[in-house]
């Protein structure tokens, strides 16, 4: 580092903001309206949502959270309500890639620098930042559910995990995602 920039020595390391990409983008927008005064607005950059105020209908924002499936048909999982919120949501069951028939994550565990190997298939983080929803969603993607949903409630962060079961996908909301539910 040598002050606010970082300098690479070696050609062939990069750094990859992709984790973090597009709910930066979200915060630019949604910081932009509310220099202007907007009062309702609802921002989206490839899924990843920042909210304020009302819809059009002058109700609450609701927001369907995917349910992941085996065949890439579109279901709803959970629908909630995030007031002035961010939602980011990080998942493997869309962005994978098999190779020799076996089912790889996008997702790389930084510790051993191979794709994540867990049953969580799909994080939803609420945050007033949707950069930080953003990178929380993969941190916890990473992490694996048990000690995602521990952090999670430590830390009392708006945390959904889906999880991929014996008996198919099971949700692990974290105490503080849970008011933010509502009946589908």
């Known amino acids: 580092m040598q002050g ?11 750094v990859d903001l992709s984790s973090i990409a597009k709910g930066f983008g979200v915060d630019v927008v949604a ?12 921002v989206e950059v490839g899924g990843e949502i920042r909210l304020k105020g009302k819809n059009v209908e002058g109700v609450p924002w609701r927001i ?16 909630i309500e995030p007031g002035n919120m961010a939602v980011a949501t990080s998942g493997d069951y869309r ?6 028939g076996v089912r790889y ?6 510790k051993t620098g191979k794709p994540i190997a867990n049953h969580v298939v799909s994080v939803t983080v609420l945050n007033p930042s949707c950069m930080t929803a953003d990178a929380l969603a993969t941190a916890f993607s ?14 009392k962060l708006a945390v959904l995990l ?9 949700e692990y909301p974290s105490d503080v995602f849970v008011p933010y539910m509502k009946q589908k």
């Open 4 to 14: 606010n920039n970082l300098i690479k020595d070696i050609p062939d390391l990069y």
């Open 31 to 42: 910081d932009y309206f509310e220099q202007l005064g907007v009062a309702d607005y609802l």
């Open 64 to 79: 369907a959270i995917e349910k992941p499936t085996e065949d890439g048909s579109r279901a709803i999982q959970e629908v």
């Open 95 to 100: 962005n994978y890639f098999e190779q020799d």
């Open 105 to 110: 994550s996008h997702l790389i565990n930084p």
């Open 142 to 155: 990473v992490m694996g559910e048990e000690k995602a949903i521990a952090l999670a409630n430590k830390e």
């Open 162 to 170: 889906i999880v991929k079961t014996e008996q198919g996908f099971k």
